[in-house]
């Protein structure tokens, strides 16, 4: 059974950057897409960025600019870079991928943006 184990959330101030990362191991197929959703409270989970195993990204366009999302496929990581950030930025942040058969979410990782 496949599982994502990420890391890198924490508590940041505003205008500061963060960078998490996400593994993958013990899927049966090759990871397809990776990527990244968030969940503020109260709020629906929503598309952070994703990328595909050949390196095509999708953002959500509010962060463009300021999330850059990457992938080592080697390593089945992904990771997203995080600029300039706002107090709207603080949420939950899930690590997603998915195979031919499966979608994987990670256990999230809390990201805290305050002075």
């Known amino acids: 059974q496949g599982q994502l184990v990420e890391s890198g959330g924490g508590l940041v101030q505003p205008g500061g950057s963060l960078r998490l990362s996400c593994a993958a191991s013990g899927t049966t197929f090759s990871i397809y897409t990776m990527g990244w959703y968030r969940q503020a409270p109260g709020k629906q989970r929503e598309l952070v960025a994703v990328?595909?195993?050949?390196?095509?990204?999708n953002y959500a366009d509010s962060l463009k600019g300021r999330f850059t999302i990457s992938r080592d496929n080697a390593k089945n990581t992904v990771y997203l870079q995080m600029n300039s950030l706002k107090p709207e930025d603080t949420a939950v942040y899930y690590c997603?991928?998915?195979?031919?058969?499966?979608?994987?979410w990670g256990q999230g990782t809390q990201v805290t943006v305050s002075s």
């Open positions: 990328v595909t195993i050949r390196g095509t990204t």
């Open positions: 997603y991928a998915n195979t031919l058969a499966l979608e994987y």
